[in-house]
């Protein structure tokens, strides 16, 4: 079956720009979580997503949004981009959220802001 | 506040070593672990899930171990071959919905 899906997987943007980044998990799954990668600060927690409705969310600024639809494709927005927004994206995908399962990771957005 | 630490942060090792990665995390109130491997500007692929009342849990030459009590984890790669090579992340999850909770990650590198 089809992994999670990422697009687009490279992103270039100015600075004070906004950007929405796609995911589309696995085929079932009605969790999204979102995570950002910067060789600084590893992986952190952005939010998670279940059933259109925001379940969970990391310490980052509101500039940071999500939404999920209803077939459980997640996006992910930022506003008024700053050069320290520069990092991987990665989404991850889970059948319904509960501990008992693993998170199945798309290939990620790049994002590179100048 | 949940902390997970990997050591060390880089290993180099000839193909055909037998080798041991650590994971140790400072709340043990935990729901499970998970090992992932990231090769360079990639995803994470999923190695090993370990739930909290598990002990161990193997998938081919991987065996990765949990001793909540202790807050450590360990990831053993049996007999290296170059293409292993990439860094493994622990992650730990915290709550029965809560998030990933990720250490740095261990670079390693099999030298034919």
């Known amino acids: 079956k089809a992994g999670v899906t990422q697009t687009p997987r490279y992103l270039i943007k100015t600075r004070g720009q906004q950007v929405t980044l796609s995911c589309s998990p696995i085929s079932g799954h009605r969790s999204v979580s979102w995570y950002q990668q910067t060789p600084g600060q590893g992986l952190q927690f952005l939010f998670e997503?279940?059933?259109?409705?925001?379940?969970n969310k990391g310490n980052f600024p509101g500039r940071f949004s999500g939404r999920q639809f209803s077939n459980s494709r997640s996006e992910m927005n930022v506003s008024t981009l700053e050069l320290g927004d520069s990092a991987l994206y990665l989404c991850?995908?889970?059948?319904?959220?509960?501990?008992?399962?693993?998170?199945?990771f798309g290939s990620g957005t790049r994002l590179t802001v100048v | 506040k949940q902390e997970v630490t990997q050591i060390p942060a880089a290993l180099s090792v000839p193909e055909g070593e037998n080798l041991v990665l650590n994971c140790s995390f400072t709340d043990s109130a935990i729901y499970n672990l998970q090992w992932f491997r990231q090769d360079p500007g990639k995803g994470l692929t999923s190695l090993l899930l370990?739930?909290?009342?598990?002990r161990e849990q193997t998938s081919g030459r991987l065996n990765a171990s949990l001793d909540k009590s202790s807050g450590r984890s360990t990831l053993y790669i049996a007999a290296s071959q170059p293409g292993d090579s990439a860094t493994y992340l622990c992650a730990v999850r915290g709550g029965s919905q809560g998030n990933l909770i990720f250490g740095k990650g261990t670079k390693l590198s099999v030298k034919p």
């Open positions: 997503y279940f059933s259109e409705t925001q379940r």
């Open positions: 370990i739930q909290s009342s598990q």
């Open positions: 991850a995908s889970n059948i319904d959220g509960w501990a008992e399962y693993g998170y199945t």
